[in-house]
């Protein structure tokens, strides 16, 4: 498979870092010096026109990795000259900007996979798996809370602006535990938040709490907090019969680990069992290995598009209640 990046920032450079046998034959950003930089490491063509980088008629798929106001945009030129398509979350800077995505990736066969490679982390796929045996029983609540604190300068870069992030936390890494909480319980009812900026001078929000609430009653507890001062992951999901508890991600976040909490018939302390993954972060190379399967089988990418729509739905039901 012939691929494309587009973006050749941080999260760009990740993404060639973790394509398996993939080939990369075109980088494309708007700054020529970094697409070069990061052809030469892949003998591929630097490019600094996306247009021309979609219409290649050797490239198979397209990753895209720019800033929000050009995920959608792009990902839909893509589709349209039947390319598939990997683009980072959030996909678009509101759910609405994805109908062109759809409406092309329909009419070309096209397959989009939308990038929450946070459900890739080793600790969640294997709460995963526990989940899915049933041996928590029937589930009560997630708690979550996610969060960095910036750097210098942090209210002056493309983040704050929200003509090109669409918003702050709550579409950045709010997004993320949205799109695991929806995971594992469902599409939620009822939707209730706050955002707030309470540190940068930035007319996004800093923070962003949510409680989300599904037909039967299971809740989602969420907060997401660029005021986070000592970076942090956790994210705990609480059943009749146990819980599992994620926390870290590895570097700055601490070393990824998962807990498995187990009530026994008695209650009182429960039987504990831990599993720590100290190795490098592995979730891009999992996650395109799953974007290959789409594309050899023909499947629908899970997460895909009706995925990010339905978080960036959550997120503009509490933007409308503060007038964003």
């Known amino acids: 498979m012939n691929l494309a990046i587009i973006g050749c920032g941080l999260i760009g450079q990740k993404r060639a870092r973790a394509l398996g046998a993939a080939r990369l ?4 950003d708007t700054v020529r010096e970094k697409a070069q930089t990061l052809a030469a490491q892949y003998s591929a063509r630097a490019l600094t026109d996306w247009r021309e980088a979609v219409r290649l008629p050797d490239v198979d798929a397209v990753l895209i990795a720019t800033t929000h106001d050009w995920l959608a945009p792009i990902a839909a030129a893509a589709a349209s000259e039947g390319k598939h398509v990997l683009v980072e979350k959030p996909g ?3 759910a609405a900007e994805l109908d062109d995505v759809f409406e092309a990736s329909r009419r070309t066969g096209a397959l989009v996979r939308v990038g929450f490679n946070h459900r890739y982390h080793p600790a969640v796929r294997k709460a995963r798996q526990i989940f899915e045996s049933g041996a928590l029983g029937k589930m ?7 969060g960095h604190g910036g750097r210098l300068g942090y209210d002056r870069e493309w983040r704050a602006q929200p003509e090109i992030s669409g918003g702050g936390e709550a579409i950045d890494q709010g997004l993320h535990l949205i799109d695991l909480a929806r995971w594992f319980l469902g599409e939620f009812s009822m939707v209730k938040g706050h955002i707030g900026t309470y540190f940068w001078e930035m007319p996004v929000e800093d923070n962003a709490f949510f409680l989300l609430t599904n037909p039967l009653g299971q809740t ?3 907060h997401a907090s660029w005021t986070e001062w000592k970076n942090m992951f956790s994210f705990e999901i ?3 019969s146990g819980k599992l508890d994620i926390a870290g991600l590895g570097g700055s976040y601490g070393v990824e680990r998962l ?3 187990r009530m026994l018939p008695e209650m009182g302390p429960p039987l504990s069992t831990v599993w720590e993954y100290p190795a490098a972060d592995d979730s891009w190379d999992a996650e395109f290995r799953e974007f290959s399967e789409d594309i050899r089988l023909g499947r ?3 997460p895909g598009l009706v995925d990010a729509q339905a978080a ?5 039901t509490v933007y409308r209640e503060f007038g964003r």
């Open 220 to 222: 989602a507890s969420l």
């Open 140 to 146: 009560m609540f997630i708690r979550a809370r996610y």
């Open 25 to 28: 034959v075109a980088c494309c």
């Open 92 to 94: 678009a800077r509101r």
């Open 312 to 316: 960036l739905g959550i997120v503009e």
């Open 259 to 261: 807990t498995w909490y």
């Open 238 to 240: 609480y059943g009749g």
């Open 300 to 302: 629908a990418p899970n």
